[in-house]
Every structure is written in structure tokens, then in C-alpha cells.
């Protein structure tokens, strides 16, 4: 949403252009001598780096980055595409970074005093202001220039992850600049070819990036830039402030979207999805803030789980599609992302990175966001699992602090979904950071199977439809109230156990302290039935309690709801609200203790399976032996002598 947009022009930037030429062409840069010799030791592309410090030493070098970038291909005079984009980039994101250091001079007092420090040094309050602003437009220079070769340069590969540091300087925004293109020239000095000086190129921006973010607090006068919202239209580049570190060039979503009448059964779950993408639509972006989260029933992570084949994915496309579509019509950015196994690496830490920028990049206060897991169990492994990378294990930690951690600031603006085949195998403290429990089961009745089968079989043919009401049962109100009510009474064997306990010892609940007992009954029967477990009961609840259809007359254009204020949001949505009563009380907390009671007892039937079948085989490999003995006693099943 383009509240406060601030245009970059491209007069501005033209202006720099000159001086953007000098930066990437040849300048000299003082650095500090970190004992790293110039000559590299043979046949190991590595220098020798000394023991003695020489930290207070600093040296001269000069900055050709021109040069160094066609050094790369050597033997061709002319530089190859992926060569020339780099320079280009370099070049035109320092043009950049200077245009927006004199915006953000514009926007304080640092213009008014750089004039009056021209026409004669100030002195006092006002010099040290005016030091002040002028680092401070350095540092957004920097910042500026970073985030330009993040959002502009496109590699697939794994980064490098020894990438140093700039040795920043922030005197002046020229100063800053050059520190930044030095340590850009030195990444890209000596990359075998032009895909790793690309991949080499955006882990500096990167770092650089992450080492601006932790110097940030030394420096006032930043407010003017944090609020920022500024766009260059001619490369698609946005800078939003400091609330995100920019990651890479967003692309156009491409999915094959699904409508909701292409989905066969799963009635809750498909009915919750098209109530998240209406809630996430509710989101103010000038407050930064959803009336559902205020109200109660905001649905911030959930995980959905189903045999193979059951409809998970196409659960996603539905509710990535609804999402863009509505985003679309209200004029507002939309971020779907998926984090998969291709994500998780071999370099250590890395993993815990690719999943703490996923996070960030969908949890963007500036656009709606849709994130997903999927197959959570191979991406995100349980703590107690020794079997298990070092890359599965930063994932689980940097979820769980993400979804449920001491910084966790819940906007209202995305969601989270975690999908599995298995969820029994996902750790349990992340599993119950699951706000619901989505049981994509999939088709189920007769008519069902009648329905699926016609969709899918589509037109091309003469056969009859025979005696069915084609689609009745999926009418989505009858079919989610007929779901609900299944949950009245518990669906899993070991929870029945305790209902019946409960209702021989205290019968029907009707008090909030019959209810209390009940969980507390469950509790005694499941040990991972904790307090978050009630936690995400209520939630559910409160959920239910506004287990209202907002009209799709609000969301057909961008007026009727989706560009009110927050307070008339607020107030509208307010009206529809409605009081839970006990049926939903215990409909919602048998769902989700069927849930916990579903994944117990698939982790023990495993175990259970896993030990007999090493039974079954110690069992078959003792008779096979006696076999072998039986049909030649004189083979010896002893290993060799001096090999035991």
C-alpha cells in the first residue's frame, strides 16, 4: 500500500551519475591491516594471515571494481551479461543511495545546516548535530546501496558463508559508499565465473546489511528514514524503513490456483481457510494492526495433517488464491512463500538463516503474507532425534521462536501453515505452537467419492449421472455444521475413554468448572496435553465466537471494507460477532485433543511396528542359520581367525 510513497526521480539519481562512475572505475580506500598477506600460499587460493596483531595498522588500496568484475572471464575483452549487470548495478545503486542520502537530508535540518557549515563552520550544538546527521546519512547510504544489490541481483546457488564484513566508514555518504564497494570488490576478486561472483556479490549485500542493522543504535536521526516508504518504479526497487531487512527481488506469485468448489470434502478445513483469507484482509495497514486480533480469533499458525493424496496441497492453492485475489482487487502487496527441504544446507547456521528470513519476509508489516511448510517432518526435526542434520534442528528452534518466542509481535497481517503427512514426527513444543488443527481427511462419504470422481472426470463424455444430487453434500454451511457436530462427542479411542470417565463420574458438563475437570481428565490420560494445549483451545473458541461469514459484498471492491479505517473495520466486524456457548466448547476441545491423542497413538503404533519387524527379522535370520547348518554341519558361521 503506497501510504506515504515517496518517488525517487530519476533527475535525481542522473545527477550522481558521474560520481557513481568514479566509485565503480578506480578510487583509494584506507582499511584496516587484519595481518592477511597479499600472496596467496600455492595451490591453495588461501593467504597467509599473521599471528601478530595488527589491528591499530591500516593501509591504502586502490578500488577497481571495474576491473575486477572483468577479471572474472578472462581471455574475452568484452564483459559477459551476468559482468555487465553487476557493474551496472553496482553503478546505478550508488547513484541511488546518494539520491536517497539527499532525501533524507531534505526531510531534517542536515541541508539547512550543510549550507550554513558552507558559508562558515558551525560551532557548538550545531556542529555536533550537524556530525550527527551527516553519519547518519552515511550509514543510509550504505543501507540504501546494500538493499539496492539484495533486491537487484538474481542467484540460485548457495552464498558463500565466510563472507567478511565491510570495514565501514561513516564520515560522509561518499565515505560510506566507498567502504561498501571496496568490500564488494574484494568479495568478487578471484570467483572461478560469473555465477559465483553473482552469488558472492549478493552474500556481501547481505552481510553488509545485517552488520548496518546491528550498528543502527549508534546512530540518531534515522526516525525521518525508519517511516520512510520510497520506490524507484523504473528497476522495482523498494526501500520500507528498517522494519525488514529487503531480501530478493520479489517475483510475480505464480500458482495454479484453486477454487473452493474444486475441493471434495475437508469441509472444516476448507471452511477455515476462506475465513483466513477474509480475516487476513481485515488488516489496517496504516495502524499495522487487524481487528481480529484485537477482538479474539486471529489465526496465526496452524498445521494440517492427512494421509497422502488427502488434499493438502490444493488446500494451499485455495487459500494462496483467494488471498491474491482479494489483495488484488484492495490494491495491496501479497507475499506467498514456502519453506521445503531444498532449503535446509550443508553450511552451519545457514539453515537457521534461509528459515529466519522466510519468516521475515512473509511476517513484511507492508504486504498480506501466506506462509507454508510443507512436510514439516523432513524440514523441521524433533529435538530428541540424534538421526537428525544439524540444519533440521536450526529450523525447529528458529519456528518455535518465531511462532510462540519472547519477540514474537502478531499484526494480524499473515499467517503460517505447517502441512505433514506425519505429524507425529514433528517436535511436540513446536507442534502445539499450531494456534489449530486442520484434519484434511480428504473425501469421505458415497457421495463424495460420486462428487470427486465427476469433477475430475470433467465433460467429455455421454454417461449418465445416475440417481445423486451432484454437489449437495458440499454446500459449505450444511456440510461444516454436519462436521462441527461429528466433534460433539470424541472421534479417537483413547480420548472416548475419557469422555465416558467424565460422564460417569460428573455427567454432562454445564459449568466452566465441569470443564476444567474434563481437560484436567485429558491431562491424566495425555502427558503433551499441556497448558498451550488450553491456550490453543481458547483460541479456537474465540475463533468460533466470530465464526462469522463476513459478506463477499465486502470484498468485491476495495471500499465496501478493505480501505475503511481501522476503528470502522473494527466496528463492523464487532456487529457480527456472536457468543460461544458449550457445544462449541466441547466441540473445539475434542477436535484438538483428538488431534494429540491421533498423533500419540500413530508414534506408538510406529515403535510398536518398527520393533516387531527387527523381532520378525532376528526370528527369520536364527531360522535361517539353523538351515544352513542343518543342510551342511560343516559350515562355520565364525568369522576368520585374527579378523574377530
Given at each position: 500500500?503506497?501510504?506515504?510513497?515517496?518517488?525517487?526521480?530519476?533527475?535525481?539519481?542522473?545527477?550522481?551519475?558521474?560520481?557513481?562512475?568514479?566509485?565503480?572505475?578506480?578510487?583509494?580506500?584506507?582499511?584496516?591491516?587484519?595481518?592477511?598477506?597479499?600472496?596467496?600460499?600455492?595451490?591453495?587460493?588461501?593467504?597467509?594471515?599473521?599471528?601478530?596483531?595488527?589491528?591499530?595498522?591500516?593501509?591504502?588500496?586502490?578500488?577497481?571494481?571495474?576491473?575486477?568484475?572483468?577479471?572474472?572471464?578472462?581471455?574475452?575483452?568484452?564483459?559477459?551479461?551476468?559482468?555487465?549487470?553487476?557493474?551496472?548495478?553496482?553503478?546505478?545503486?550508488?547513484?541511488?543511495?546518494?539520491?536517497?542520502?539527499?532525501?533524507?537530508?531534505?526531510?531534517?535540518?542536515?541541508?539547512?545546516?550543510?549550507?550554513?557549515?558552507?558559508?562558515?563552520?558551525?560551532e557548538g550544538d550545531a556542529a555536533h548535530l550537524y556530525h550527527g546527521l551527516l553519519q547518519a546519512s552515511a550509514y543510509v547510504a550504505a543501507f540504501t546501496l546494500s538493499s539496492y544489490l539484495l533486491q537487484m541481483l538474481d542467484a540460485e546457488a548457495e552464498p558463500a558463508n565466510d563472507t567478511p564484513e565491510p570495514?565501514?566508514?561513516?564520515?560522509?555518504?561518499?565515505?560510506?559508499?566507498?567502504?561498501v564497494v571496496a568490500a564488494l570488490d574484494g568479495t568478487v576478486a578471484g570467483a572461478q565465473d560469473e555465477a559465483a561472483m553473482t552469488v558472492r556479490a549478493r552474500a556481501l549485500a547481505r552481510v553488509a546489511i545485517e552488520g548496518l542493522l546491528q550498528r543502527r543504535s549508534r546512530f540518531s536521526g534515522l526516525g525521518a528514514f525508519e517511516n520512510a516508504h520510497m520506490r524507484l518504479d523504473a528497476d522495482d526497487f523498494t526501500l520500507d524503513g528498517f522494519d525488514v531487512a529487503p531480501g530478493q527481488k520479489r517475483k510475480p506469485l505464480v500458482m495454479t490456483f484453486k477454487k473452493p468448489d474444486e475441493i471434495i470434502g475437508n469441509h472444516i478445513a476448507k471452511f477455515q481457510a476462506m475465513k483466513l483469507a477474509k480475516m487476513l484482509m481485515a488488516y489496517d495497514f496504516d495502524r499495522q494492526l487487524n481487528p481480529f486480533v484485537e477482538l479474539g480469533g486471529f489465526l496465526f499458525t496452524f498445521i494440517g495433517d492427512g494421509a497422502p493424496g488427502t488434499g493438502k496441497t490444493i488446500l494451499i492453492q485455495m487459500t494462496a488464491g483467494l488471498l491474491n485475489d482479494y489483495c488484488q482487487v484492495a490494491g495491496v502487496p501479497f507475499h506467498y512463500e514456502n519453506f521445503g527441504v531444498d532449503q535446509i544446507s550443508s553450511y552451519q547456521g545457514k539453515s537457521g538463516q534461509n528459515c529466519k528470513q522466510f519468516v521475515e519476509n512473509v511476517m513484511s508489516p507492508r504486504a498480506i503474507g501466506f506462509g507454508t511448510i510443507d512436510d514439516i517432518d523432513q524440514v523441521a526435526a524433533k529435538r530428541s532425534d540424534d538421526r537428525a542434520s544439524a540444519g533440521q534442528q536450526e529450523v525447529t528452534g528458529v519456528l518455535m521462536e518465531s511462532f510462540a518466542g519472547a519477540g514474537t509481535v502478531i499484526r494480524g497481517n499473515c499467517s503460517f501453515g505447517m502441512f505433514s503427512n506425519y505429524p507425529e514426527n514433528v517436535d511436540d513444543a513446536l507442534r502445539q505452537r499450531a494456534g489449530a488443527r486442520w484434519l484434511v481427511d480428504g473425501p469421505q462419504t458415497l457421495e463424495d467419492y460420486v462428487d470427486i470422481f465427476v469433477l475430475l472426470a470433467g465433460k467429455n463424455h455421454s454417461i449418465p449421472l445416475g440417481k445423486h444430487q451432484l454437489y449437495a453434500t458440499q454446500e459449505i454451511k450444511?456440510?461444516?455444521?454436519?462436521?462441527?457436530?461429528?466433534?460433539?462427542?470424541?472421534?479417537?479411542?483413547?480420548?472416548?475413554?475419557?469422555?465416558?470417565?467424565?460422564?460417569?463420574?460428573?455427567?454432562?458438563?454445564?459449568?466452566?468448572?465441569?470443564?476444567?475437570?474434563?481437560?484436567?481428565?485429558?491431562?491424566?490420560?495425555?502427558?503433551?496435553?499441556?497448558?498451550?494445549?488450553?491456550?490453543?483451545?481458547?483460541?479456537?473458541?474465540?475463533?468460533?465466537?466470530?465464526?462469522?461469514?463476513?459478506?463477499?459484498?465486502?470484498?468485491?471492491?476495495?471500499?465496501?471494507?478493505?480501505?475503511?479505517?481501522?476503528?470502522?473495520?473494527?466496528?463492523?466486524?464487532?456487529?457480527?460477532?456472536?457468543?460461544?456457548?458449550?457445544?462449541?466448547?466441547?466441540?473445539?476441545?475434542?477436535?484438538?485433543?483428538d488431534s494429540e491423542f491421533r498423533y500419540s497413538?500413530?508414534?506408538?503404533?510406529?515403535?510398536?511396528?518398527?520393533?516387531?519387524?527387527?523381532?520378525r527379522l532376528r526370528e527369520r535370520a536364527v531360522r535361517e542359520i539353523e538351515e544352513m547348518k542343518g543342510a551342511n554341519p560343516n559350515v562355520s558361521l565364525s568369522p576368520p581367525a585374527g579378523r574377530g
Open positions: 500500500m503506497d501510504t506515504g510513497l515517496t518517488s525517487i526521480d530519476e533527475k535525481d539519481i542522473e545527477k550522481h551519475r558521474a560520481t557513481a562512475q568514479s566509485l565503480v572505475t578506480r578510487f583509494v580506500v584506507m582499511e584496516a591491516d587484519g595481518g592477511r598477506s597479499k600472496t596467496e600460499l600455492a595451490g591453495t587460493g588461501r593467504r597467509f594471515v599473521s599471528t601478530v596483531s595488527t589491528g591499530a595498522l591500516r593501509r591504502t588500496r586502490e578500488v577497481e571494481l571495474a576491473k575486477t568484475i572483468a577479471a572474472v572471464r578472462q581471455g574475452d575483452p568484452m564483459l559477459s551479461i551476468a559482468q555487465h549487470a553487476l557493474l551496472y548495478r553496482a553503478r546505478r545503486g550508488v547513484a541511488v543511495a546518494l539520491a536517497v542520502a539527499d532525501v533524507f537530508a531534505r526531510s531534517t535540518e542536515l541541508e539547512s545546516l550543510q549550507e550554513r557549515n558552507a558559508r562558515s563552520p558551525l570495514d565501514f566508514a561513516f564520515d560522509t555518504p561518499q565515505d560510506a559508499l566507498k567502504s450444511r456440510a461444516v455444521e454436519t462436521a462441527y457436530e461429528a466433534h460433539s462427542k470424541p472421534q479417537e479411542e483413547g480420548l472416548q475413554k475419557v469422555y465416558e470417565r467424565f460422564l460417569d463420574s460428573r455427567g454432562e458438563p454445564k459449568t466452566l468448572a465441569d470443564i476444567g475437570a474434563y481437560l484436567h481428565e485429558i491431562k491424566l490420560a495425555e502427558p503433551r496435553f499441556t497448558g498451550r494445549a488450553i491456550k490453543n483451545i481458547t483460541d479456537a473458541i474465540k475463533m468460533r465466537a466470530m465464526d462469522i461469514e463476513l459478506p463477499d459484498a465486502w470484498f468485491e471492491t476495495p471500499e465496501a471494507f478493505m480501505r475503511k479505517g481501522y476503528d470502522d473495520k473494527k466496528a463492523m466486524i464487532a456487529e457480527l460477532r456472536k457468543p460461544f456457548t458449550m457445544a462449541m466448547v466441547m466441540q473445539e476441545i475434542n477436535r484438538y485433543a497413538d500413530r508414534s506408538d503404533d510406529a515403535a510398536v511396528a518398527a520393533l516387531v519387524r527387527d523381532q
